[in-house]
């Protein structure tokens, strides 16, 4: 198996400006996971989907987020319109079923917003 | 002065030691415990994990104990080898919480030649 992809590796944009990262999660799981890694807060959890359906998006920073996934093999995270702070490393991971406890991650999308 | 960024525990070992990484977790309704493996530039990596009706499990070179009692993980890694250099977390699962980690902020393990 691929493991979990995530798409692009890096991005570099400017403030106001739309970013889309994409995620697509090991074949067969039914969780989904995004998360934001940054230096000053460490490893957040943003939402989560269970068969495709949002379950917890208590994470999200703010309406700016927004994150789809419109079947079992992709998801997207949406930031509009970004800003200097959003930049972190974006991690996407996926997991099966209740009992498959484990969630595996995907390498990342380093984001730097200017 | 206002913190610049998460001052993570850091601990140095010589190439060939064991290693012992410490975590302490908040809930005692966690039932669930996994230690995950960062290197630079990279995901977290699943090394091993444990359920709260277990106290000890063993992998690879690595071992994982639970001290349910004072809420207290620790990872063993024997024979410590170059490639083990990374941050080390730990996660919990609270089986009230919808089934979601909470990460702990990691520690920083250099292994020296």
């Known amino acids: 198996d691929a493991g979990v992809i995530q798409s692009p590796r890096h991005e570099v944009t400017e403030m106001g400006q739309e970013v889309t990262l994409r995620c697509k999660p090991i074949?067969?799981?039914?969780?989904l996971f995004w998360y934001r890694q940054t230096m000053m807060r460490g490893l957040e959890l943003l939402i989560y989907f269970n068969n495709n359906v949002p379950i917890d998006d208590s994470g999200m920073p703010e309406d700016r987020f927004s994150a789809k996934m419109p079947n079992a093999s992709f998801s997207t995270l949406k930031i509009q319109p970004s800003e200097p702070r959003d930049s972190a490393v974006y991690f996407c991971?996926?997991?099966?079923?209740?009992?498959?406890?484990?969630?595996?991650f995907g390498p990342g999308t380093r984001l730097l917003v200017l | 002065g206002e913190s610049v960024g998460l001052h993570l525990p850091t601990l140095s070992v010589q190439e060939g030691d064991n290693s012992i990484i410490n975590c302490a977790y908040s809930n005692s309704a966690s039932d669930y415990f996994i230690w995950y493996k960062q290197e630079s530039g990279k995901g977290p990596q699943f090394i091993i994990d444990?359920?709260?009706?277990?106290d000890k499990r063993q992998g690879q070179r690595v071992t994982v104990l639970l001290n349910k009692t004072v809420k207290h993980l620790s990872l063993q890694i024997a024979a410590t080898q170059p490639g083990d250099s990374a941050v080390y977390f730990c996660?919990?699962?609270?089986?009230?919480?919808?089934?979601?980690?909470?990460f702990g902020s990691g520690t920083q393990l250099t292994v020296l030649p």
């Open positions: 074949s067969g799981h039914d969780y």
């Open positions: 444990i359920r709260s009706n277990m």
């Open positions: 996660a919990e699962r609270n089986s009230g919480s919808a089934r979601q980690l909470t």
């Open positions: 991971a996926s997991r099966r079923g209740l009992r498959g406890e484990t969630q595996y």
